[in-house]
Each structure stands twice: as structure tokens, then as C-alpha cells.
């Protein structure tokens, strides 16, 4: 079948769009919520004490889809939860690989999927927690950013802004074309968690998320290379700054999303091949144990996805391979992480991996 891009790209958009549904959920509404909790001086430094945040974090994780992750990342970012809290998190986290095992496809066997489910989820909050205590327990500490003046830049007077095509464009066009493009997402996303979707608007859906996708890049690039207002946007008393604080996270995440999307699909689909990709999951379970940990480690959630839609589609597929790869995965929480520290998200995904590795064997063992 010959590869055509031009779909093959449109596609990954699309894909792009519908995940920033979720995220933009997710995003918006923790900053409105962190918003109206600071104005009632109720914020503390953390999210509860320490010793609980690698339970948090594994919770947090375990919540279907991928808009948990992105928020830990953030949480971590800011330092409000430990390292462990935020490998927890990224341990328990399935992604979107979920929403095929809660029945979003077609061919799932409902109650089979289910089980699965609770079986990979269960597994996913014990390894996180273990694993996320003891990386707090012997004192591996955040790898914050050494430019992170948040505090500083709170307490400084909002800087002249300079009004040309660059403000203008991330603090009206892209602000308002975001906002309302997420607003009009948000009921579909929502009854996407239950595999429903609203047919009488699923055109306009489809190019709804290609051009949030589309005008995400642009905002993101915008924002990195043009935009000279940053320091103004620190106002924690101005509800605006706060949402525009969210929809640049947004525009960073559904960015990263469609890159990841991009180069995980093309990988797959295209450099691997469907007929060896199947051959692959019905070799040695030992061979799929190890290919699909590798899979899921992919960064964003395709990995997660193609080793899910296996399960159901591939006879005899062990679940101990779908449960090395939910460990493995990172959902798109990774994006933001990479972007604002790599080091950290290396760390991650690497640990990650190897705990995939040894708790997926640990389950092939014991029968599962």
C-alpha cells in the first residue's frame, strides 16, 4: 500500500486535536481551580505532606487518559510534588491507552477489556507506589530548571508591554481562537471517556481539532521565538494571565502531542510495517514481554494505544506484555516534561522502562 503523507499528516493532526480536548480540560481547569484557591490563601507549597505524594501520584495516574500526567508534570514543575510522586505517576498512567480497554473500539470484548483493565491498573498503582517511595526514600530530589524565578517574578511589577504582531497574536488571536476551539471540544471529550461521541457535529469536530492542533504549533512557536512578554504574564491576582499562563501550556502540550504522535505513528506504521508489527506480537511471549515495554516507551500515547488494540485483536495475547507496555508508558505528560527538562524525563522513561521490563516478566512468571 503506498504511503501517501499528505493524510498520513492530516491524520496525526486530527489525532492531535482530539487529545488536546482532554488536555485543555485539564489544564485550564487546575489553573482556574489553583487560581481560585490562592485568592482564598488557601495554596499550600505542596499537595499534601511528602510521605504521601508517591500514593497521589500513582492515583492520580491510574485516572483514565492522559490529562493527569500533563497536570504532575506541572505540579512538578512548580515544585509542588516530589520526584517520586511524579514517577508514580508516570508508572500508573496508561494514557490513552485506556479508552480502548474501557470499550472505545468496536471489537472489544467489554467485560474481558474491563478485567484487563483493573488487572494492568492495579498492577500500574502498586509498581508506582513502591518504586515512587523508594525514590523519595533515598533522596533523589527534583532537577528543577535553573531559570524557575517564579516566586521572584510574582513579586515584580508587570513590565511595559510592547504592543506588536506577536502580542497581539498570542494574547488575542491565539488566546480566544484556543479558548473557544476547547470549549467547543469539551463536550465530546467528556463523553469520549465513555466511548460516545456527538455525530451530528463530527465534521465540524474533525477540522475543529485540526485547526486546534494548527494553531497550537503556531501560538508554541510564537511563544518561544517572537513573544517578549513573558515576565508580565507572573500577576497571580489577574484570572487573564492565569489563562493565558494555561493556554501557552496547552499550546506546549498539543505541540509536543503531535510531534510525538507524528514520529511514534510514522515508526510503526511505516518503518516497521503492520504484517511485521503482527509478527512481532505473535512471537515468543518472552519477545513480547520486551517489545511491548519497548513500544510503550515511545514517547505520548501511540505506543500505548497499538500494544492495546494487539490485545484485543491478537490472539493469545499475554497480559503481561499489555502490562509491561502501561508501565512503560508515560502518556503525553512526557511532552511538557521533555520540554521543560530533559533530564528528568530521560530519567523517567528510562527507569520507567526497566521497571516495565521487571514487573512484566514478574507477571509472565506468576501466570498472568
Known sequence: M???????????????????????????????????????????????????????????????????SIVVASLYK????????????????LGEGSFVLLGASSEADVIGNIKAYAIIT???????????????FFGLKANYLKNDNTSE????KPALKVNNL??????????YFIISMAIFLAPGSIMALWGGSIESISIVTYWVSI???ITCIIQYL?????????????????????LLH????????????????????????????????????????YIVVFLAALIGLLPGCGGMISVAVAFITVPNFPISALIAASIATSGDGIFPLFAENRKDALHVSIAGFLVALLVGYLALILGF
Open 166 to 175: 506577536s502580542t497581539v497574536f498570542i494574547e488575542k488571536i491565539g488566546f
Open 78 to 93: 512548580n515544585k509542588k510534588i516530589s520526584f517520586g510522586g511524579l514517577f508514580a505517576t508516570f508508572i500508573s498512567t
Open 122 to 136: 492495579i498492577f500500574g498503582l502498586v509498581t508506582g507506589t513502591i518504586f515512587g517511595y523508594l525514590y523519595d
Open 222 to 242: 510564537i511563544s518561544n521565538f517572537f513573544y517578549k512578554n513573558h515576565a508580565c504574564l507572573s500577576d497571580s491576582n489577574d484570572i487573564k494571565s492565569t
Open 211 to 213: 485547526v486546534l492542533t
Open 246 to 285: 494555561a493556554i501557552l501550556d496547552v499550546s506546549l502540550v498539543i505541540t509536543f502531542v503531535f510531534i510525538g504522535l507524528f514520529f511514534a505513528n510514522y515508526i510503526i506504521d511505516v518503518v516497521v510495517g503492520a504484517e511485521i508489527f503482527d509478527k512481532w506480537m505473535t512471537s515468543s511471549s
Open 2 to 68: 503506498e504511503f501517501n503523507f499528505w493524510s498520513f499528516f492530516i491524520t496525526n493532526l486530527e489525532a492531535a486535536g482530539v487529545i488536546g480536548g482532554y488536555v485543555s480540560i485539564s489544564i485550564i481547569g487546575f489553573a482556574i481551580i489553583t487560581f481560585l484557591t490562592k485568592m482564598q490563601n488557601k495554596l499550600a507549597n505542596e499537595i499534601g505532606p511528602k510521605w504521601v505524594h508517591p500514593i497521589i501520584g500513582a492515583l492520580l495516574g491510574a485516572i483514565p487518559g492522559c490529562g493527569a
Open 153 to 156: 517574578l510574582i513579586e515584580q
